[in-house]
């Protein structure tokens, strides 16, 4: 016998619009709320969906497993592959190359970070990149993959991976499962929109044929135009593209040779940067660019001159304002994906910001009296995620050492927010980094991306001159023939995705 709701819970849910943000808030949802919730989709065919964000990072795994999604199947409907991380390439200078890898750098020794323990052996002898001691990052170097177990051991078991995958799939496999489990989508276009006269909350949206539907929680996931968080509720936006100057996208897909590898790839361009991304079937690429810098036609001949094969249609051009909503709750309506901010796909947030958002309304969820603190401390929570990702992906146009062009020569010299600043100044002095229990981004990807484009510490942390010298050296050297042991061992992605989840095999019914 199903237990019944308490008189206040909430019992009508209505999601405004599909794709990812829609689909995935729709499906957690309807798995993880008590029996009796009732959750309607609208979305309509005649909308377009922005599409962004086939490359995640691994909290989407936490996710998946949260909505009882099976890997295998998801990455065969999806077209999906999997990711050890990400190369740039010619970011921190013309002609350089580095890995941002997922998972640890090396093995902390006698309570001495790695990264103080490599910064101190460099500066007795030269030391290969730090990336070669991450389990991912030398199997990506191979073109390797395999999945660890509960079982593994060292250093296989620090390999830590994540996905590509086609987001318009994921969208259609997330809306397969949200179905079944009794969400009900409604297609139409939103054209009104009814408001309690005492709260202000909305209380029902009206489609094009006239329909009314009512609710009592509303996520708009809507897209750039946050159609009922800043169209009905004017939440307002902080606009940062004084830091993130970008403001343009083109896209195009192109075809596959090959295998593909288990990285994305990121190229920084005389004013922005192309992304690389394979699945089963396609390559997606794209250029984020400035607008000020470079025209749409120039982005666009840049980016088909430097494809891997055949376009497979025509370049496909957005335009965005990098920021965040000021309140992404805002009376009784959540603002998840592209209506809650956006912040350009260099490091793989967007769909962990659809994530994150979701994981905390679910942690914080309300009753029918909304209760203001749940909802500020939601809005401090979010606040505080996109300002962390904000800063990491500041911090990379920061540090490029690049001066071929005006738009890197500003990048470097901009001042930036006091709070990547403090963290930078740290860095430079001994090679310190703090970060807390909420950052997304721990200390081995600051480093990564730190050294990769040549920050180094003027000094080391004293206390990574206590282990003596050479057996620091020795430990290191064993630890590096480790990694590379292991790799060498696993099967290559393409066999690992033929074995395990190739694509076109379908999907179990």
Not at 148 to 176: E, M, V
Not at 197 to 226: K, M, N, P, W, Y
Request: glycine residues 10%; aromatic residues 10%.
């Amino acid at each position: 016998m199903t237990e019944a709701l308490p008189p206040d819970a909430i019992r009508e849910i209505v999601v405004v619009g599909g794709g990812t943000a829609g689909w995935m808030a729709a499906s957690a949802l309807v798995t993880l709320l008590p029996q009796g919730t009732r959750i309607t989709l609208i979305e309509s065919d005649e909308i377009g969906i922005v599409g962004v964000g086939e490359a995640t990072i691994p909290p989407i795994r936490a996710f998946n497993r949260m909505v009882g999604i099976g890997e295998d199947e998801f990455l065969r409907a999806t077209q999906g592959t999997f990711k050890l991380g990400i190369e740039f390439v010619d970011w921190g200078g013309q002609g350089r190359r580095y890995f941002h890898p997922f998972g640890p750098h090396g093995q902390d020794l006698r309570g001495v970070n790695f990264h103080q323990l490599y910064l101190s052996a460099a500066k007795r002898r030269e030391m290969p990149p730090i990336e070669q001691w991450s389990m991912s990052a030398v199997a990506a170097a191979q073109g390797r993959f395999a999945r660890p177990d509960a079982a593994a051991r060292l250093p296989f078991s620090q390999l830590d991976f994540a996905f590509h995958f086609d987001a318009g799939l994921y969208a259609r496999f997330l809306r397969g499962i949200a179905e079944k489990r009794g969400v009900v989508r409604r297609e139409g276009k939103i054209t009104g929109w009814e408001q309690d006269g005492e709260t202000g909350h909305v209380s029902s949206v009206t489609l094009a044929s006239g329909e009314q539907i009512g609710g009592e929680l509303f996520l708009d996931c809507s897209g750039f135009r946050g159609l009922l968080i800043e169209g009905v509720l004017e939440a307002g936006y902080e606009e940062w593209t004084h830091w993130l100057p970008c403001d343009r996208a083109v896209a195009v897909p192109c075809a596959l040779a090959g295998d593909p590898d288990p990285f994305t790839r990121s190229t920084a361009r005389g004013a922005g940067w192309q992304w690389r991304i394979p699945l089963q079937h396609r390559i997606g690429n794209g250029i984020v660019y400035s607008s000020a810098r470079m025209s749409a036609d120039e982005a666009a001949a840049l980016l088909l001159a430097n494809l891997d094969g055949e376009a497979l249609a025509e370049p496909r051009q957005l335009s965005f304002t990098t920021g965040r909503r000021k309140l992404a709750w805002s009376g009784n309506v959540v603002a998840l994906g592209l209506s809650s901010g956006f912040l350009e796909p260099l490091e793989s947030t967007s769909i962990h910001l659809i994530q994150s958002g979701i994981q905390k309304l679910l942690a914080l969820f309300p009753d029918r009296r909304f209760d203001p603190v749940e909802r500020d401390e939601y809005n401090r929570q979010m606040q505080d995620v996109f300002e962390d990702v904000r800063d990491f992906i500041i911090l990379h146009y920061k540090a490029s050492r690049r001066d071929d062009s005006d738009f890197w020569k500003s990048c470097r010299d901009m001042a930036v927010p006091d709070s990547l600043a403090g963290k930078l100044a740290l860095w430079n002095a001994k090679g310190r980094l703090f970060r807390g229990g909420r950052e997304l981004f721990g200390t081995a990807s600051w480093v990564a991306v730190l050294l990769g484009q040549g920050i180094t510490p003027a000094a080391s942390e004293p206390i990574a001159a206590t282990p003596p010298a050479d057996w620091v050296d020795d430990v290191l050297a064993q630890m590096h023939r480790s990694y590379a042991h292991f790799a060498g061992h696993m099967p290559t992605h393409g066999e690992f995705l033929r074995a395990n989840c190739d694509a076109r095999r379908g999907t179990p019914q």
